[in-house]
């Protein structure tokens, strides 16, 4: 079965830099297109950016363009999420996804 597992979430200060990782299994990784979402407290789930399956494609929610890269390694089944210059409205869980599954998120706390 499908199963995504993230990590590299954490506390970061305003204007800091995280990168997400999440390893992919039970299908098949290199023809699939991968997005990340995110949920902040009290909020709706809401999408971040995906990347098609060669990795040239690639498209970003307005709030995080310019801040954000997706990327992936289909060697790896790997997906990642370099975020930079972090604010505080970017505090969510951050999941990533693919037709329909999800992993079990990973939380990112931007705080002084």
């Known amino acids: 079965q499908v199963q995504l597992v993230e990590s590299g979430g954490g506390l970061v200060q305003p204007g800091g830099s995280l990168r997400l990782s999440c390893v992919a299994s039970?299908?098949?990784?290199?023809?699939?297109?991968m997005t990340w979402y995110r949920q902040a407290p009290g909020k709706e789930r809401e999408f971040v950016a995906m990347?098609?399956?060669?990795?040239?494609?690639?498209n970003y929610a307005d709030s995080v363009k310019g801040r954000f890269t997706i990327s992936r390694d289909n060697d790896k089944n790997t997906l990642y999420l370099e975020m930079n210059s972090l604010k505080p409205e970017d505090t969510a869980v951050y999941f990533c996804?693919?037709?329909?599954?999800w992993g079990q998120g990973t939380q990112v706390t931007v705080s002084s």
């Open positions: 039970g299908f098949t990784f290199r023809t699939s297109i």
């Open positions: 996804s693919t037709s329909g599954s």
């Open positions: 990347v098609g399956s060669d990795g040239i494609l690639r």
